[in-house]
């Protein structure tokens, strides 16, 4: 079955205008739009509003779920759509930030998630047709929007229970496989995931991409990768450092990969100045109007926010630039007239090639330079009595310990194997790697997952947001 291609207008192909941007992004800054939010909440609209005809009899209130509002208020969201374009945005994200049945079901709107992206990045691609009759020289895209979710894979909702997850990596790849189908059905040129708080969400989403592409379903387009640091410290939610949260996204090989939300332009800059030293992708960055005051509002001007902006530019730190929380059409038309003279980012060389690059909340870098790189190998229950005993006991606390003792006396990566004949290895590994990721000192380091059961191999790097080392893969029975 040939792949599934809605060929954007002005190309002969979906081939074709992935091309166009790879070799536009090379020669210029790109634009993508604002918040989508502020704009729908300057609408005023009524829980009627939301609920429209179709849903005028939900169970649930819908007031808040803006996603729905291509059902609702098509026009309203075309017009947002359009009014970013004629301000200068190459890119327009869909109206589907929460478009995955997991932040869909506290509305009980589920059922119609396939359909709610479909429209939704329809609706985005009818604002870039029109806007292409208009400027016929300068073809507009459709980011097809991926939020992360409601939920995280690295952090427990339980105080008394550190190792539970509210969600597991297969049902976030189920979720974020249907948003995708919808996503590329209705035609998005860019699959752009974002506002990333938890790289284990964002690599199960960046996962589901991959499928529905080397499967042959659907043809390959440009994906962007957009991560949150959320305050200060520099790091995400789940407690990566920009580094290492691009470490453990980039065998997606995206196009672009950055910053957006959380933070102003002004905070952001030192890391996006990171991000950028780090990758040899294309770097994005989408900063929110300055910081929220004591309201939740945001004040930065368009033209303060322009000037902000202007410095990564003038710096030559991004290829795309646009606005997050509290942005509107004028922030970005300001952002456009100060920057589109700017010249782009020039990508350094991929670091990958020449050294083995690994991470856990913090990246590691190791190369012919380097010295031998210490395994903490206290952590497998084949070698060490005191572990091995700690794990059938169900003592994961103090097996714990362990990992943490490894960690403070020299271990760069720690190993972990539970290939015991009288454990169910699947969970065992499972519940540990989940407890080391809410302990920041074990979690710093890389781990290595040890089975010579690939289902156990699975079970832990479901549970790794940061790029471990596997030990090891048995070819023994063919590669298949």
Do not use: W
Not at 159 to 168: G, K
């Amino acid at each position: 079955m040939a792949p599934i291609s809605t060929v954007p207008a002005g190309f002969e192909s979906r081939r074709a205008a992935t091309e166009y941007i790879e070799s536009e992004i090379k020669k210029r800054i790109m634009f993508l739009d604002g918040a989508m939010g502020t704009q729908i909440q300057n609408l005023r609209l009524s829980e009627e509003d939301f609920r429209g005809e179709r849903f005028k009899d939900h169970s649930h209130d819908l007031k808040g779920n803006n996603d729905l509002l291509v059902f609702t208020q098509p026009k309203a969201i075309y017009g947002i759509h359009r009014n970013y374009l004629l301000a200068g945005a190459d890119f327009v994200e869909t109206n589907t930030f929460s478009g995955t049945t997991i932040a869909q079901a506290d509305y009980g709107m589920e059922s119609v998630v396939y359909e709610l992206n479909k429209i939704a990045a329809e609706i985005a691609r009818d604002a870039c047709v029109d806007m292409l009759k208009e400027t016929p020289d300068r073809p507009r895209f459709v980011c097809g929007a991926i939020g992360p979710t409601n939920r995280t894979c690295s952090i427990s909702p339980s105080v008394d229970n550190p190792s539970f997850r509210n969600v597991t990596f297969d049902e976030l790849v189920v979720a974020y496989t249907e948003q995708i189908r919808g996503l590329l059905d209705g035609g998005s040129d860019v699959i752009l995931v974002e506002t990333i708080f938890d790289t284990l969400n964002a690599k199960a989403a960046l996962f589901a991409v991959d499928t529905l592409f080397d499967d042959g379903e659907y043809e390959r387009v440009p994906v962007f990768i957009s991560g949150t640091i959320v305050d200060m410290s520099g790091r995400t939610l789940s407690g990566q450092t920009g580094e290492a949260f691009i470490t453990s996204v980039a065998h997606a090989e995206p196009l672009a990969i950055g910053l957006n939300c959380a933070l102003g332009a002004n905070q952001m800059r030192p890391f996006v100045q990171n991000i950028a030293s780090f990758t040899s992708s294309y770097v994005i960055c989408y900063p929110n109007a300055g910081l929220p005051n004591t309201f939740g509002e945001y004040d930065e001007t368009p033209e303060e926010m322009a000037e902000n902006v202007s410095v990564f530019a003038r710096e030559g730190l991004v290829n795309i630039l646009g606005g997050c929380c509290g942005t509107t059409p004028a922030h970005i038309k300001a952002i456009y007239d100060a920057c589109k003279d700017f010249k782009p980012r020039v990508p350094g060389a991929d670091i990958r090639k020449e050294k083995l690059v690994l991470s856990g909340l913090e990246p590691l870098i190791y190369d012919e330079n380097s010295n031998f790189l210490n395994i903490g190998e206290r952590c497998n229950v084949a070698g060490s009595r005191k572990f091995a005993k700690h794990i059938v006991n169900g003592e994961f606390e103090e097996a714990l310990a362990i990992a943490r003792a490894q960690v403070e006396n020299g271990g760069q990566v720690i190993d972990i194997n539970m290939d015991e004949g009288m454990l169910d290895g699947v969970a065992a590994m499972t519940r540990f790697l989940n407890l080391i990721s809410t302990e920041p000192d074990v979690a710093k380091v890389p781990l290595m997952v040890d089975s010579s059961n690939f289902a156990v191999v699975e079970a832990g790097l479901k549970c790794a947001q940061g790029k471990c080392i596997v030990n090891s893969i048995s070819l023994k029975e063919g590669e298949e």
